[in-house]
């Protein structure tokens, strides 16, 4: 009959509807899936720290560069939100901790400044612990077979501490983007070696274009609440590093040029290290011109245009940058790493690695 062929109809168009309705949500779910779990960007959120299933003794065998902090109290919760995660630097509880850290510095005068004469429990781990670049860990070849991980800014290392990082979320708000500059470019250093690759490109820059020096070598110290003010009166600043190495980018990048809200010349690792880590579209990489003539006037064109001057800036309202100073902090990292770094290793050649 007519009308129940109509009604036939219509209750399969219905049908066909709803399937066709259904196809496409699961498709939308698909694809929502596929936009947060392929989103790029996303791993620069921080993880969600792990919660160690059990309390962890963490000893620092010696104060880098013999300045203390104190340890009193779980300083891993109450300054970082970081659970059963207890620092300590009293060598007496060596026989119980579940890994001891070793950095560099204090390890110059060779073997006699490591503990091998106690006996190592066999669940512990020692920690090589470094932020220095290769250049400036001298004597690594007695410390072969010793260390069990590497704690250092190279992306490789069992535990990664950066000097900074960049973050998902905008302070868009917060930040004028371009001030009035007083002058051009600025740069603080305190240990000149006419060798390194830095002193070359400094030399040759100054030709073109003048270069505000403040730092020990040229007598112009900055104490440390001048110093991003001072830096923040020029436009850009040369984050040199004093030796390009892999995954090296100090505070030179995060602090001084980032943190003073000046555009970053950077010389270091690569171009892709920098896009790696940095804030996108935030610097400009020496490497990129021809010759220190041809930076010079990339400098002078931006600075003079607003608009390309501000380009720079942009990052501001998508990202922000964290900066890590203080030592309790890289320390109290180790719990967050520990449930998922190897249990047993062995650093057979820690030169090698270093020089890797
Ligand atoms: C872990 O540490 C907390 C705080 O010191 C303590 O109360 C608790 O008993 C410890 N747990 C174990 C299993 O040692
Ligand atoms: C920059 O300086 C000029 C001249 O001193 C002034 O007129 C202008 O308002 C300043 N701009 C900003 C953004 O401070
Ligand atoms: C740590 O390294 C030492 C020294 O080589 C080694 O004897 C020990 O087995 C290692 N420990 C673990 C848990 O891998």
Known sequence: MPFD???????????????ALLVLSSL????????????????????????????????????????SYRLDGDKCLEMYNIHRC????????????????????ELKEGLSAL?????????QH???????????????????????????????????????KTVLGGDAQSFQAAPNRSCLVSWVVSRFRPQQARAAVYRSLKKYIPIQVYGKWNNKP?????LLPTIAKCAFYLSFENSEAKDYISEKLWRNALQAGVVPVVLGPSRATYEAMAPPGSFIHVADFKNTADLAA???????????????????????IKTFTDWRERLCQICVHFPGLAASRVYQDLESWVHS
């Open 86 to 105: 207890f620092l300590t630097d009293h060598t007496s509880t060596f026989s119980t901790a579940d890994v001891v850290v070793f950095h560099h510095q």
């Open 115 to 123: 503990p091998l004469h106690l006996d190592r429990p066999a669940s």
């Open 298 to 320: 990339y400098l002078k064109q931006v600075a003079a245009d607003r608009q390309a001057y501000e380009e720079f800036f942009q990052w501001h309202h998508t990202h922000r």
């Open 126 to 164: 020692w920690v090589w612990l470094s932020m220095e670049p290769p250049v400036n860990n001298a004597n690594l070849t007695p410390l072969s077979g010793i260390f069990n991980w590497t704690m250092s800014y190279r992306r490789d290392a069992d535990m990664y501490i950066p000097y900074g």
């Open 222 to 226: 900055l104490s440390d609440k001048k």
């Open 5 to 19: 062929l109509k009604h036939a109809r219509l209750a399969a168009m219905k049908r066909y509807r709803c399937r």
């Open 28 to 67: 939308s779910a698909l694809l929502c899936i596929f936009y947060i779990f392929l989103d790029p960007t996303l791993y620069l959120q921080d993880p969600q720290p792990a919660v160690p299933q059990r309390n962890l003794s963490i000893l620092l065998w010696r104060w880098p560069f013999g300045r």
